[in-house]
């Protein structure tokens, strides 16, 4: 029976392909594509998974919430402060101080030397953190422009019902 050799095994081993070069340069682009997405943020991750496809925003704006009824969209409740913890093209996350039972809500803030920014969001989740702390999260359905009335234009239907994780 013939040994083998750790620089037999490396002289027996195959010489690299065209296909196994493109392989690496294929790899090796997703790792920059991946390392310059992940330096691209510089907030920490969180260990919980994330579900956006977008990057967010962090910050924090104090704003108002106003529950809207589903149907008329019309304010349904009383305004209620929140702060906004982040943003993305679609979507907000706040913290307030006690549970969220509202589906559709009206949330309006002034982002420091800018004009009022009204946003129409169906939640979709709230969590509690702690003692007086809670966290909601949802999709912007409608962003109001200035002077444009709550009613002016209907909002989409509910896809699944408000869920507490």
Not at 109 to 117: H, S, T, Y
Request: proline share 10%; net charge neutral; charged share 20%.
């Amino acid at each position: 029976m013939e040994s083998t050799t750790p620089a037999s095994v490396l002289d027996a081993a195959p010489a690299p392909s065209a296909s196994t070069d493109l392989a690496h340069a294929l790899a090796d682009s997703r790792m920059t594509a991946l390392l310059r997405a992940l330096t691209a943020s510089w907030h920490p991750a969180s260990t919980i998974a994330d579900r956006r496809r977008e990057h967010r925003l962090v910050c924090d704006f104090s704003a108002t919430l106003v529950p809207v009824d589903n149907h008329d969209l019309v304010p349904s409740g009383l305004p209620q402060e929140v702060d906004i913890r982040d943003l993305s093209r679609h979507g907000i996350g706040t913290s307030h101080d006690g549970p969220m039972p509202h589906r559709l809500v009206l949330v309006g803030f002034e982002p420091a030397g800018e004009a009022p920014i009204r946003l129409v969001v169906r939640l979709k989740w709230c969590r509690f953190k702690g003692t007086n702390v809670y966290e909601s999260g949802g999709r912007i359905v409608r962003v109001l422009k200035p002077g444009e009335n709550l009613g002016a234009a209907p909002c989409p239907p509910p896809s699944e019902p408000l869920s507490s994780i």
